[in-house]
């Protein structure tokens, strides 16, 4: 008599198919759900796996992480708010680091936030306490960081006081500080992450077990790869066969969908007899994507920066700030045509926007190309739409723009913004409510390693909107739990296009699922942060167990 693979039974399943919300039991057959409940009735199964009651949703799907460098991060200095809680303690860890580091070697740190440690790290001291190694630490924005002056030397510029762009290589009273934004902050860190081949699976290896264990079924790595020159926000121009490889030798587990940097496209000339412009990548691709479990998405574009390093592109200046907008890392007409060059050859795009000014200058170039090339349902998306009025959340839902805010920056950041951007602005920062009360379908994702990485943190930052201090980032953008859930499975699967296969448990999907502690909708809002994850199963397969 045939048999399925598995069944997994007495579990509290909620399916999040509003045909059948909950289930008890389900049937796994070649990786894919095959039956729920009363569709098994005499199946028989090779294994019966117990899940003793517990709550069981379909996998979480990040559609914004960096994969790569999350696990770079994992493999350097730690000094994030909640592990460093002072500059000198910052410093304390760097200079043990560059003591402990073999000579001529770049020491590398990440995560600090100017804000918990009173100022930003200082070039001068970083001078003191590096022993002659380079040096750069990244803010938690991953939008700047803070390099001594032999870092300056190995990205070639012996003398950075006479860099004229002032943007973004920041000075105090005409002295060059070390703190480097945006373009320049991507440049120095490519040059930093020239490290051996084995360095960088292992690093793999560490942000795909990090993952796992928090239930990351399926993530987007947003920004893969470099120029030729190691210029990007990836980690090398090989990253496609970086990725490749890990997956070859069985260190990544998860699907994972590749969103190729800008800069690392190249121009591939004419393509057709219409097509007089084209762009293309290589970065080290090669025979084999690993049976759909690895796969390329859109194009990332990085428009802006961010708020917590005062460079993302706002109509109104920062508070304190009169002078200070943001920054615009694109001509917005060479990024208009770009955008409809990537449209017209069928890229999806997604955009880096989280100004209000650079995210309508985003939906322009969007409206541009799709008047120029119409396309069917191609879901460009808006990465973090930072701060919207009434009147863009309509005209992204209008366009069918695919908004994707993090719930993961609302308690870690959001008393930032407030000091920012004021307590009306920050009330729309990240907006989630708006959208989804019209009707829209939003993802989940945290951005991570830039907030925390872990699911039920961003998820209780859709469902309180509440920042350390208490401040709530606009009661009217509260998610329900129920909405909050859906964003991170079904509309994440949706932002990717791959609802067909992900995004609930339903027959004909594939077997991807967690097992948590508690049911979430049995826990206080503010402590939803506290639920573990027991099993990661993929594909049917538990891949992590702590049950």
Request: aromatic share 8%; with cysteine; net charge negative.
């Amino acid at each position: 008599m045939f048999a399925i693979d598995t069944v997994f039974e007495n579990a509290h399943v909620q399916t999040m198919d509003p045909k059948h919300p909950y289930a008890t039991t389900i049937g796994v057959h070649h990786g894919n759900i095959v039956a729920i409940d009363d569709e098994l009735e005499g199946v028989s199964a090779r294994e019966h796996i117990d899940l003793q009651g517990k709550y069981v949703c379909p996998g979480f799907n990040d559609v914004h992480l960096h994969f790569s460098l999350l696990g770079a991060n994992l493999n350097q200095v730690d000094l994030r708010k909640q592990t460093t809680t002072t500059l000198e303690q910052l410093y304390a860890k760097v200079e043990t680091a560059c003591v402990q580091a073999p000579e001529g070697q770049w020491v590398l740190g990440w995560g600090f936030d100017q804000f918990s440690l009173g100022a930003f790290p200082d070039i001068a001291r970083l001078d003191q306490i590096s022993h002659g190694h380079p040096v750069l630490i990244l803010h938690l924005s991953n939008h700047a960081a803070v390099i001594n002056s032999e870092a300056f030397k190995r990205a070639g510029y012996e003398h950075p006081e006479d860099i004229e762009d002032t943007d973004l290589v920041i000075r105090e009273h005409g002295r060059i500080t070390g703190l480097v934004k945006d373009s320049f902050c991507f440049m120095v860190t490519g040059v930093a992450n020239r490290v051996s081949e084995e360095t960088l699976l292992h690093q793999l290896k560490l942000a795909a077990d990090c993952t796992l264990a928090l239930g990351i079924t399926s993530f987007s790595d947003a920004g893969t790869g470099t120029n030729p020159h190691w210029e990007g926000i990836g980690m090398t121009p090989s990253d496609i066969g970086l990725f490749q490889t890990a997956y070859d030798r069985g260190l990544i587990q998860q699907r994972g969908t590749l969103m190729p940097y800008y800069s690392a496209l190249h121009d591939l000339g004419q393509l057709t007899g219409d097509i007089e412009q084209g762009f293309g990548l290589d970065l080290g691709m090669r025979t084999g994507f690993e049976g759909g479990l690895l796969d390329i998405g859109p194009a990332k574009v990085i428009l802006d920066g961010a708020f917590n390093s005062l460079s993302a592109y706002l109509s109104e200046p920062y508070l304190g700030h009169p002078d200070n907008y943001g920054v615009l890392s694109w001509d917005p007409e060479e990024f208009t045509h770009h955008v409809a060059q990537l449209h017209r050859q069928g890229w999806r795009v997604a955009v880096h926007a989280i100004g209000d000014r650079a995210i309508n200058l985003a939906l322009d170039a969007f409206e541009h190309a799709q008047r120029l090339y119409p396309r069917k349902d191609v879901r460009h998306r808006l990465e973090h739409c930072g701060i919207a009025d009434d009147t863009t959340v309509n005209r992204i839902i209008a366009d069918g723009i695919i908004a994707n805010p993090q719930g993961s920056f609302i308690k870690n950041n959001g008393d930032a913004y407030v000091e920012l951007l004021g307590e009306e602005r920050a009330r729309r920062a990240y907006r989630m409510g708006a959208f989804v009360s019209r009707g829209a379908i939003i993802p989940g994702s945290t951005d991570a390693p830039c907030a925390p990485v872990d699911p039920m943190v961003s998820i209780e930052g859709m469902v309180t909107r509440t920042t350390a201090q208490g401040f709530v980032l606009g009661e009217s953008e509260k998610l329900s739990v129920d909405q909050a859930l859906s964003a991170y499975t079904y509309g994440s699967a949706y932002a990717s296009h791959k609802e067909h296969v992900l995004g609930s448990i339903s027959v004909g999907k594939l077997a991807d699922f967690v097992v948590l502690n508690h049911d979430p909708h049995d826990v206080p809002a503010d402590e939803l942060h506290t639920i573990e994850v027991l099993q990661t199963i993929i594909g049917g397969v538990t891949r992590f167990s702590r049950m």
